[in-house]
């Protein structure tokens, strides 16, 4: 008798994670934190954000804050403009169910930590 697979449930979720500072977390010196945008598949975004922060914090990072964006077809819906390179490390994460960090952004003292407003995902 063969097996068939099911369908996978997993999604992509575009996730925004601050990060504060922790002893050996790899960000420059002067550095006060960063902000994370991130790739992460999960059955729902709930579990994209745990993975994530999980995986965050194996990595010496000291996540403060994550805001979702919700998967590709939610922020279309949105009006989000999606290039291929995006969709590639989005479909990256999905292929290999994982957690894909697509850009980082340090902060210095005396600038604010990253707006969650949508024209930064336009």
Same mark, same amino acid.
């Given at each position: 008798?063969?097996?068939?697979?099911?369908?996978?449930?997993?999604?992509?979720?575009?996730?925004?994670?601050?990060?504060?500072?922790?002893?050996?977390? $790899?960000?420059?010196?002067?550095?006060? $934190?960063?902000?994370?945008?991130?790739?992460?598949?999960?059955?729902? %975004?709930?579990?994209?954000?745990?993975?994530?922060?999980?995986?965050?914090?194996?990595?010496?990072?000291?996540?403060?804050?994550?805001? $979702?964006?919700?998967?590709?077809?939610?922020?279309?819906?949105?009006?989000?403009?999606?290039?291929?390179?995006?969709?590639?490390?989005?479909?990256?994460?999905?292929?290999?169910?994982?957690?894909?960090?697509?850009?980082?952004? %340090?902060?210095?003292? $005396?600038?604010?930590?990253?707006?969650?407003?949508?024209?930064?995902?336009?």
């Amino acid at each position: 008798m063969e097996k068939t697979k099911k369908p996978s449930r997993q999604q992509v979720y575009t996730l925004l994670v601050q990060v504060g500072r922790k002893d050996g977390d $790899g960000l420059p010196d002067k550095a006060t $934190g960063a902000a994370l945008m991130v790739y992460a598949s999960g059955v729902d %975004e709930a579990e994209a954000v745990r993975e994530t922060v999980a995986i965050l914090k194996q990595a010496d990072l000291a996540p403060l804050d994550v805001t $979702g964006y919700g998967t590709t077809a939610e922020r279309e819906a949105q009006g989000h403009e999606i290039d291929q390179a995006e969709r590639d490390l989005m479909q990256r994460a999905l292929d290999e169910n994982s957690v894909v960090v697509a850009q980082m952004t %340090e902060f210095f003292k $005396g600038e604010e930590s990253i707006a969650t407003d949508d024209n930064l995902m336009n």
